[in-house]
């Protein structure tokens, strides 16, 4: 397998295993402590954000440590290129991220998904203005057809704009923004001298210890750490961490491999497979809508991922 497919691989499986991280975090928030109502304990929104990424970030080091990559990992730390990396991973992890748990506990894992699906765009614009990475025509067709697919998903939802439904979609559409840039700024910064593992080791530290001075600045941090670590919703989480520091991985490989635009455009596919791991996790059906946009969703990805 050359590169390109293997970029294109890649992107494809952060997608599915995305989709899959999706639906566990919104069945995650179901659970106590994040379903209590208590003034001690942060939003819930932050609280998993904090976990979801510390146990990741632990996950690569103890990865790393077995290979004796460690030592070579934090001294990237002092590189330009880690700088830009601890940048992207603020629009990433406390801005998107968190945005983007916010938006599922607000209103849903399936609608959330489409909504924030629509951060490829946003890569595309971005990695055209710094990166010089263009879509064909043929990939901006492609780009189109998703981001419509996962639009049609998505307005269902906002037919009813209670407030509750109004500051969901915003934050949706804060983490496309995000996310956007999340990819972009780090393809910069794994331009030259830092691997995917590597950016993706430094973004999740960072990340996580963001997360940490908002919960302390926030206060009772130790009520909202035991809160979490007493129960057995923690075993769900560190399962959840992995899922998604899986996903990253592919991910980061893939805007490695085959750039940022094309990267995004291959993990878009979490959208759908959000929508239907849902299903299986809470319960539902399948709609011709569902159907239609899936399809739509497929040939979009592959003109984006025709070299």
């Known amino acids: 397998m050359n590169s390109y497919r293997k970029g294109i691989f890649s992107g494809l499986l952060s997608g599915l295993l995305w989709g899959a991280d999706t639906a566990f975090n919104g069945w995650v928030l179901l659970a106590v402590p994040f379903s209590l109502v208590d003034k001690r304990l942060v939003a819930?929104?932050?609280?998993?954000?904090?976990?979801?990424?510390?146990?990741?970030?632990?996950?690569?080091?103890?990865?790393?440590?077995?290979?004796?990559?460690?030592?070579?990992?934090?001294?990237?730390?002092?590189?330009?290129?880690?700088?830009?990396?601890?940048?992207?991973?603020?629009?990433?992890?406390?801005?998107?991220?968190?945005?983007?748990?916010?938006?599922?506990?607000?209103?849903?894992?399936?609608?959330?998904?489409?909504?924030?699906?629509?951060?490829?765009?946003?890569?595309?614009?971005?990695?055209?203005?710094f990166l010089k990475d263009y879509l064909t025509k043929k990939g901006w067709i492609g780009l189109l057809l998703s981001v419509l697919a996962i639009s049609i998903l998505g307005y269902s939802q906002l037919n009813s704009l209670n407030e509750q439904a109004v500051w969901g979609f915003i934050?949706?559409?804060?983490?496309?923004?995000?996310?956007?840039?999340?990819?972009?700024?780090?393809?910069?910064?794994?331009?030259?001298?830092?691997?995917?593992?590597?950016?993706?080791?430094?973004?999740?530290?960072?990340?996580?210890?963001?997360?940490?001075?908002?919960?302390?600045?926030?206060?009772?941090?130790?009520?909202?750490?035991?809160?979490?670590?007493?129960?057995?919703?923690?075993?769900?989480?560190?399962?959840?961490?992995?899922?998604?520091?899986?996903?990253y991985l592919f991910y980061y490989q893939a805007i490695d491999t085959i750039g940022p635009v094309k990267a995004t455009g291959m993990n878009v596919t979490y959208s759908i497979w959000a929508i239907i791991f849902s299903i299986l996790l809470i319960g539902g059906h399948f709609d011709i809508k569902l159907i239609l946009c899936s399809i739509m969703i497929i040939i979009g990805t592959l003109f984006i991922s025709k070299e």
């Open 44 to 129: 819930a929104s932050l609280l998993l954000a904090f976990f979801h990424d510390l146990f990741s970030a632990l996950y690569l080091t103890l990865l790393q440590g077995i290979k004796g990559e460690l030592r070579t990992t934090i001294s990237k730390f002092k590189l330009k290129s880690a700088l830009f990396v601890m940048f992207a991973a603020l629009f990433g992890g406390p801005i998107g991220m968190r945005a983007y748990l916010y938006a599922i506990d607000t209103i849903g894992a399936g609608y959330t998904a489409s909504i924030s699906a629509l951060y490829p765009v946003v890569a595309a614009v971005l990695g055209a203005l």
């Open 171 to 247: 934050a949706a559409c804060i983490c496309a923004g995000g996310w956007a840039s999340e990819s972009v700024i780090c393809a910069y910064g794994m331009k030259d001298d830092i691997t995917p593992k590597e950016a993706l080791f430094i973004r999740q530290w960072v990340s996580s210890i963001v997360y940490f001075f908002f919960i302390v600045f926030e206060g009772h941090a130790l009520f909202n750490f035991y809160s979490v670590l007493s129960r057995p919703i923690t075993f769900a989480i560190i399962a959840l961490a992995l899922i998604g520091t899986t996903s």
